[in-house]
């Protein structure tokens, strides 16, 4: 599985984007999917994740109620729409696909991760 993210840009405190994280390959419906961040100078860490079939999400508590992550299986892409965003949300953002059929909350670590795609800058001005 080949990961893209894409999304990413500049954008004022308070304001949104919206990530997506296009994946190649025909099984893309069998992989959970979650989404890291790394600001600089900071541990890699766990944003979101989805379950392989929409139904089940996860999110760090930084983040809950702000963004929302989902998923499409007919077009292989899982989204980030984030909203308020805060200065401290800047950082390089990652998708990630993880192999089986867990719930969202199995997935809040790297480990648990097979592919990953080449993130994508968010920088939040205030």
């Known amino acids: 599985v080949q990961l893209q993210a894409s999304g990413g840009g500049l954008v004022q405190a308070g304001g949104s984007l919206r990530l997506s994280c296009a994946a190649s390959?025909?099984?893309?419906?069998?992989?959970?999917m979650g989404w890291f961040r790394q600001a600089p100078g900071k541990e890699r860490e766990f944003v979101a994740s989805?379950?392989?079939?929409?139904?089940?999400?996860y999110y760090t508590d930084s983040v809950k109620g702000r963004f929302t992550i989902s998923r499409d299986n007919t077009k292989n892409t899982v989204y980030l729409q984030m909203n308020s965003l805060k200065p401290d949300d800047t950082a390089v953002y990652y998708c990630?696909?993880?192999?089986?059929?867990?719930?969202?909350?199995?997935?809040?670590?790297?480990?648990?991760?097979?592919?990953w795609g080449q993130g994508t800058q968010v920088t939040v001005s205030s």
């Open positions: 990630a696909a993880a192999s089986g059929y867990s719930g969202a909350s199995y997935y809040y670590t790297e480990s648990r991760y097979d592919y």
């Open positions: 390959g025909r099984t893309f419906s069998s992989y959970a």
């Open positions: 989805i379950s392989w079939s929409g139904g089940n999400t």
